[in-house]
């Protein structure tokens, strides 16, 4: 069996129906458990990133979701809705619409987890947190042999996931956009990948926080605005977009209907690479915030869901799907048996080559450029972020050796790691690189969420204590004490000024 068979038959057995069905019936439940927090929260969500304070340990609540946003705003969001249309059709778009609407429930549940159970870094001071912390903490005190156990695989599997099954789907991507648009060799690309990388997580979290925070905004409005571009241009293709999308999602489309089935799988599974709702990577992120309750910065990662799918995902696929630059094929590969050959032709291989066709019938040779600069950006900003999550999670596994040299010389192995990975990603065929993140993905997904499904209660208390603050006037505090959380030690030394709470940035450490 050779590698590429092997990578397809785990990915098939992690990404089976099973999990599709676990994602959607997950995001389902936490919305009525939360009682439409994703829709009823938007204020707070709002309120938050406008006035939240970072600290000397923590960052803001905006670069908090520069952060997350980071890590969701990559490949997936060019590259994964095209794909996602070329195997599943176009109403694949309708199911990733869906799995963010209702991911942006358990979005907020995990990281108002991630919040709770942080705790400081021995080294840096910096806060950090996660599903390994919290599957270790939240039932610690009923069952810590087992929540142990459970958190350990997880940060392990994670580790390996962020630093090499990951990086190297976003490094092909630019690889490849790379080289189609201006011809560039892969080798260059993967040596500049290497050199940029190593600069910014050499510097730690504040650093990353910093990169994230100054290029994250620029480059996903540039995005969206050249979107709309093409949306005022193809104002009359609105409703066949829509048409399209529809139709496909629920089996009423002529050309289409035979593959619902791949449209949901397409949908759920893309959706869920693309803004990670419930894959246990924005607690990492949520909990590097300073905040003053927990449930602050779940509304904040709920919000980055939005941003992610609704708006940045959206966008390519009004640019594929207004333009008719997509194929459509039956089964999962490619080349494969056609559905539906659009005006893109079926020898364009799907990703990013959908994108780039469709700016280019209305700029003939800016989509290829344009396209590879997104992805650069894109996809070196989600690396990043890989790189912040398998940091953390090492972190977990190693905070109990007393030996800083040690832990230290953990780091640095991790980094070299990473920037191998993103070495050979850019290197390899695409195939092969999308194989191995679906895996990371969708074994991140079933731990987490079926670890969050056990461990909601926390967060559900966090909530209503935060309404009920909230009805009162007040600004909302937190002390898992009065609620009867167990676990939290952070936020109890925190309720008991034995740590600093909103220390300015720049401000001496007490």
Known sequence: MSFAELVEGANGVVWSIPLVGLCLLAGLYFTVRTRLVQVFGIPDMIKQLREGESSVDGTSSFQSLMMSLANRVGMGNIGGVATAIAFGGPGA???MWTVAFLGAATSFIECTLGQIYK???PDTGEYRGGPAYYFEKAYAHKARTLSLAYAVTFAIFTVFAMSFFLPGVQANGMSSALNSAWGIPTWATAIGIVIALAFIVIGGVKRIATFAAFVVPPMAI?????????????????GHVFSEIFSGAFGAHAVYGAIIGQAVKWGVQRGIYSNEAGQGTGPHHAAAAEV?????QGFVQAFAVYIDTLFVCTATAFIIISTDMYSVFEGETYPGPTLYEGSVGTDVEPGP????????????????????????FFAFTTMVAYYYMAEVNLAY??????????????????????????????????????GLGDIGVGTMAWLNILGILLLQIPALKALKDYRAQKKQGLDPQFDPRELGIEGADFWVERAEGRVAQGTPAGAERD
């Open 222 to 238: 540039l995005y969206i605005l050249v979107a709309l571009v093409v949306f005022f241009v193809n104002v009359d293709q609105i």
């Open 353 to 376: 080559g959908f994108v780039q066709a469709g700016l280019d019938s209305f700029v003939p040779g800016a989509g290829s450029g344009f396209v590879a600069l997104a992805l650069v």
């Open 119 to 121: 705790e400081k870094d």
């Open 93 to 95: 778009v309708f199911w």
């Open 397 to 434: 596994l190693t905070r109990k050796i007393r030996n800083g040299v040690v832990r230290r010389g953990l780091i640095r192995a991790l980094q070299a790691l990473i920037l191998v990975s993103v070495a050979y990603g850019a290197t390899t065929t695409a195939g092969s690189a999308w």
């Open 292 to 296: 003053s309750h927990p449930a602050k």
